[in-house]
């Protein structure tokens, strides 16, 4: 019997139970920094889709293919529950919900 299956590959967690955005923002330009930083940094921003690149170009040792064409991939799970602590932009000045809509366009944007 042939089971058939997709799977939605998750890149990173908001969690620090795992690799979390605030290990992106401490590894990438030091601790003491908001985790916030994770989605408007532009040296995190860019060592992020690094990490994506090499993902998706990674070859299934299965059937050779590239993570990108493997149809057995369903969907890319950019952030596993993205999003800013309470008030955090609205304490910056900036519009609620903004901040991260932005990152998520421009690095599902990266990946298609």
Not at 14 to 24: A, T
Request: hydrophobic share 40%; aromatic share 12%; with cysteine.
């Amino acid at each position: 019997m042939r089971l058939s299956f997709c799977l939605v590959c998750v890149v990173c967690y908001l969690s620090c139970h795992f690799v979390g955005i605030q290990e992106w923002v401490d590894q990438g330009i030091g601790p003491g920094n908001d985790a916030e930083l994770f989605y408007t940094n532009p040296t995190l921003r860019s060592a992020y889709k690094d990490w994506i690149k090499h993902l998706i170009t990674r070859n299934n040792t299965l059937t050779g293919q590239r993570y990108i064409d493997d149809p057995t991939i369903l969907a890319w799970e950019l952030l596993n529950e993205p999003r800013a602590a309470d008030n955090y932009e609205k304490n910056q000045g900036l519009v609620p919900g903004k901040m991260v809509c932005d990152w998520v366009w421009d690095v599902a944007a990266y990946i298609k």
